[in-house]
Structures are given as C-alpha cells and as structure tokens.
C-alpha cells in the first residue's frame, strides 16, 4: 500500500373511541392488586383496558393548543385534553430523554435508576418496568421509539415483546425517525393482535427535537418556527392513532400522552435542553384519556415519576416495590420535595452540574450560582429572589434540602460505572447533539453560571451554521479558540475542533488539541487514534506506533489501530512480518473499503514480493 499518510487521516476522518363500563377480565388466578390498601376495586370488569402511551420528545408545556398559549394549533390533542384529565405543567426531573424516559418507567428519579445522559448509562437489572407489569398480568406489550436514545443498548426494552426501531437503530444509517413511520409501525402491529387481546404500547415521537425535517404541509403555517410545524405534524399523526383507535372495536383503550422535556427556545439564554432547569425545559403537558372515573387527588405539581404508580393502580397491575413517584389518585403533600439535576454541563463543559429542587410554590437552582422563585407570582421566573433579604429563610431551607437530596457525592456514585457505546453507537447520537465524556470529582469541577454556558453554547452553534453556510472556518476556528480559552476542560468541544483541524489540514494545532484531548480523557480510544494519525502525518512513526500499541493495550480487537499499525511497519519501519500480522488481525475484526489492497499486501510478502 502506498499513501499510508492519507490513508491513515481518510479513515479518522470516516472513522378516539367511545368508554363505557368495563367487564371483568377472565383470569385462572385472582386479579393482581397494587397494594392492600388500594382503593382500586379487587375485580376487573371483562374486557381489560388497554393502554397507548405517548411520549413526545422535547414538548414543551405551552405548545399545545389547550394551554392558551396561542403558539401552535393541536386540535387532536386538545380534544384529548378537552375530554379527558389535562395538566398544563406536570414536571420532568432531567431535561433529557433517556433519562426522562427512564423515571417514565420506574417511577424513579434519575439518582436512583441512574440513567444520567443519553450515551453512557443503562438501567440497572435490578430494577423493575412498567412495561414488565403489564406483561406480567397477561398483556401484550410493543413499543416504538424514534431515536437512538432510546435504543435496546439502554435496557428500556425490558418488558416489550416487541421493542421496534425502525431503519435507526445503530448501524442503519439513521439517528432518528419521521413520526409517520413510528405511527404506521404502531398501527401495523395492532392489527396483527387478535381484536380481544389486551395491549400496552408506548409509541414515542421525536419530530420536536432537533434536526427538525421539512413538513412542506405545516411549515408554511408557521414560518421561522419549525418547531411549531413540527408540533403539528405530531398532532396529526395523534389523530391518526386516535381515530385508528376508535376502529378497533375488540378493545377499549386509555391514553396517556406527557412530554419528556421542554425545549429553551431562548428562554433564560437556553436554546436548547439538558443545561438549565427553567420552566421551559422542565414544565412539559401530560393527558390522561379518558378521564379516570376516579378524581386524581394529588395536589400539584405532578411529575413524570407519577405516572408508573398511576398507571399500576389505574389498571389494576402489581406494585414494583418503593417509588420516587406517588399514585395521582392518592392524597399527598402539596409541598412534597421534587429534586431535578442534570449533568450535561458536567458532561459538556467540565463546570458544575445544574441542580434544582421544587418544593410548592419555591423553585430553587444551584449551579455556579443560585436562584430562587417563587411560582405561584411568578410562573415565568423573571424574579430571582435569592438576593431578597425577605427570603432568606425559604432561601435556606431549600439549599439545606438540595443539598441532602442532591449530594454531589451521590450524583458521583450514581455516575459511576457508566456503559461504553462502540463507535457506531457514540457517532449516532452525537449526530442527535449528545456528547458522552466520563464526570470524575465532581466536587472539583470549574464553577459556572448556567446562563453564561447556555450563553457559549449558542455561539459556538452560531459559529457552525455560519460556517456550514459560508465554508469560510476562521470565524469557526475562532468560536471554538474562545470557548475552549473559558473552559480548557471541555473535552467534547475539543474533539469536534480537532475533527474541524484535521479536515482544514492544520495538522500541527489538530496535534496540540488531540494531545490535551488524550491528557483529560486517556481512555478515549477514538481521539488516541486520531492522535496517532496525526503523528504519522507529521512524519513521526516511532510516536504514532506507540500511541496505536496503546490504543491496542486497551481494546485489542480495534480494527482501527491494528490496520494503522500495519500501515506503519509496511510503509515506514520496514518490518513487512509485522505488518502482515497486523493487516491479518484487522481483516478478522472489520475490514473496510482498504480490503482488498490490504489482501494485495499479503499476498506479495507471502508470495516473497516487496
């Protein structure tokens, strides 16, 4: 092979029906209940209930027709809303979706189940779903989901005898999918059911999170605002599955549809999720159609932990043992502690997790700073209240109660042993915007005002449109130059600029940015390769083998690192054994498009050729 150098850098750069009385369902063994204290009655009525559950990823609460917002028209989902039992703001305790999802099937919080992010953790064995409950009591259970962060790798599927992902899931080339997929798949298997066969789906949509796609039938209803085209669209394809619903004549349905998270849309310098934990991320719709016959007592706010135990005595399933989450027909406390945190300012930026704790009216946050609210005067926060002399008691009390419930030891310990995504996997959801960097002390972390973050934030995402539209990298190269002079521990930012380097050819800078890159996060295999990469282009082979041997050291089967290797010994040490023994094990574990000139290789050193 020649061209060994452009080899190496080509591969790194590669590389709604009507709801009558029930009838009891027939049953060998006494109906399960949730609890002996339960208030739900000890018969079903024939004819179990099913269930279609619908999350709508990055809903925020003023983005439904039913709030008054006026932002965006959704007659289905008002209808629903209309009909059935509609809460405004119910709550998240994590601005992202695999976390979110997570306490959706739990009832847990995120510190407890700990899915922390959307690349790096799974729910534990250990833990029992929602989704098991209903396949335990004799239900057929199916879910379609509509991104990669919500695939099998995260264990979400537990419970589902059918966990379907469309052409997205890893590998398939795509990192999301259109909602009029998600809705055929759904419509399509409940047709395959037999018509009196109980079912539990979860059907998720994700046409609100960004990359927004062109909805040439809704876009022109609301131009410069895609993300209300695209709640649209969402609600049209909710009408479809409710008039679909209102066909099957074998069953009689309940729906539950709830947001995971909001999304900023500029509010308090948040563009997009997972930094802040303002109303706009946090507060998201949930309907439960139709109404239960039975009032949902508990005082406000409710939250996404809520729903698993509602649902349970809802439907009569069995209880999974203790829960964050409260039973909505329940009487409870209207002042019940309700902590949130994230740590994709962690993840992102190496500054502080963004803590924060709900408590009635109060709404406290922690993160380089603190702030305080109060929500029944003012819903929006605009007033920050933590500088008020007449709130210094309230202000006290909430930070002795975040800090007990949202230790930063603990947020650690829940972080700790996080899964490893293969590089498939990890270039799939960084093309949905998830970036996955291990958190270590977090008590040490740089201090940061959350506002000021989401603030850089923007920018630097300016900066990549500008030059997705220009082509002109100075000003990108300068955004990234800046952000990573305010937070040098920004490993993710570092590796998207070192990726930008290498393609604009500064072969020198890419060096100094994937050698502090490598420094920070030593068992990042993918910026030690493309460290070694960049040795090699600098005419260092002794140094590039070595950072390639290390690579090895950690994961031998890297098909990456044995093939460069093997570049290395055939084109610059001189050592053709051991270049053959390297290509060999490369075409083993992945050969790609350099296949066959790799075969070419060996078989003239074999054959006694150069």
Not at 288 to 296: A, D, I
Request: proline share 8%.
């Amino acid at each position: 092979m020649t061209g060994g150098v452009s080899s190496v850098l080509l591969l790194l750069l590669l590389s709604m029906g009507a709801c009558g009385n029930r009838d009891a369902k027939q049953t060998k063994e006494a109906p399960k209940r949730r609890s002996e204290t339960s208030v739900y009655p000890a018969f079903r009525p024939s004819g179990a209930p099913s269930l279609l559950l619908v999350t709508i990823d990055t809903w925020r609460w003023d983005y439904v027709g039913a709030s008054g917002s006026g932002k965006v028209a959704t007659p289905a989902l008002d209808r629903l809303a209309r009909e059935g039992a509609y809460e405004p703001e119910c709550e998240t305790p994590c601005p992202l979706t695999t976390p979110a999802h997570a306490t959706i099937m739990t009832g847990l919080w995120p510190i407890h189940h700990r899915v922390l992010d959307c690349i790096s953790y799974t729910l534990p064995q250990s833990l029992h779903t929602l989704a098991e409950a209903f396949q335990a009591d004799g239900y057929a259970t199916a879910a379609f989901v509509s991104s990669l962060s919500l695939d099998r790798r995260f264990k979400l599927d537990r419970g589902f005898s059918a966990y379907d992902e469309g052409a997205m899931a890893f590998g398939g080339g795509e990192s999301s999918r259109d909602g009029n997929s998600t809705t055929e798949s759904a419509m399509a298997f409940i047709s395959g059911r037999k018509p009196d066969e109980p079912l539990f789906l979860w059907a998720h949509y994700y046409d609100l999170h960004l990359p927004y796609r062109p909805r040439p039938d809704f876009d022109p209803r609301y131009p410069g605002n895609p993300y209300a085209a695209e709640t649209a669209f969402v609600d049209g394809q909710i009408a479809r599955l409710v008039s679909y619903l209102a066909n099957d004549k074998g069953r009689n349905w309940r729906i539950i549809v709830v947001g995971d998270h909001g999304e900023g849309l500029g509010d308090h310098h948040e563009m997009g999720h997972g930094m802040a934990l303002y109303r706009s991320t946090l507060h998201v719709p949930l309907i439960l159609w139709p109404k239960p016959e039975r009032p949902l007592a508990h005082p406000r706010p409710w939250r996404l932990e809520d729903i698993d135990p509602t649902v349970r005595d809802w439907f009569g399933l069995s209880a999974a043992g203790p829960m964050d989450g409260e039973d909505l027909f329940s009487s409870g406390r209207a002042d019940r502690p309700l902590p949130s945190f994230t740590i994709q300012p962690s993840v992102q930026f190496a500054v502080n997790p963004c803590l924060g704790l709900r408590e009635g009216r109060w709404m406290y946050m922690r993160h380089g700073v603190e702030e305080l609210y109060d929500l029944s005067a003012d819903p929006g926060e605009t007033e920050d209240l933590s500088d008020n002399p007449k709130e210094k008691d309230p202000l006290a009390g909430m930070r002795s109660r975040c800090s007990a419930m949202l230790a930063l030891s603990a947020i650690q310990r829940a972080a700790e042993n996080p899964s490893s995504p293969s590089p498939k996997e990890l270039q799939g959801l960084q093309g949905l915007g998830y970036i996955g960097i291990p958190v270590s002390n977090m008590a040490a972390l740089q201090r940061a005002d959350i506002r000021i973050v989401c603030d850089h934030e923007a920018a630097i995402e300016r900066a990549k449109r500008e030059y997705a539209r220009t082509h002109s990298p100075q000003p990108m190269r300068d955004a990234y130059e800046a952000l990573l002079r305010k937070y040098p521990r920004a490993v993710g930012y570092m590796k998207d600029y070192g990726e930008l380097l290498i393609n604009l050819r500064d072969i020198g800078r890419a060096l100094e940015v994937y050698s502090r890159t490598v420094q920070l996060n030593p068992d990042d295999l993918e910026s030690l390769a493309n460290l070694g990469g960049l040795y090699l282009a600098k005419g260092r082979p002794e140094k590039a083998k070595e950072v390639f041997e290390l690579v090895l050291s950690k994961n031998d089967a890297d098909p990456v690192a044995h093939k460069n290797l093997g570049i290395i010994y055939a084109n610059f040490l001189n050592d053709p054994a051991k270049a053959v023994a390297h290509y060999k094990r490369y075409l083993e574990l992945g050969p790609d498009s350099d296949a066959n000139m790799v075969r070419q290789y060996i078989s003239r050193v074999e054959n006694g050729g150069h």
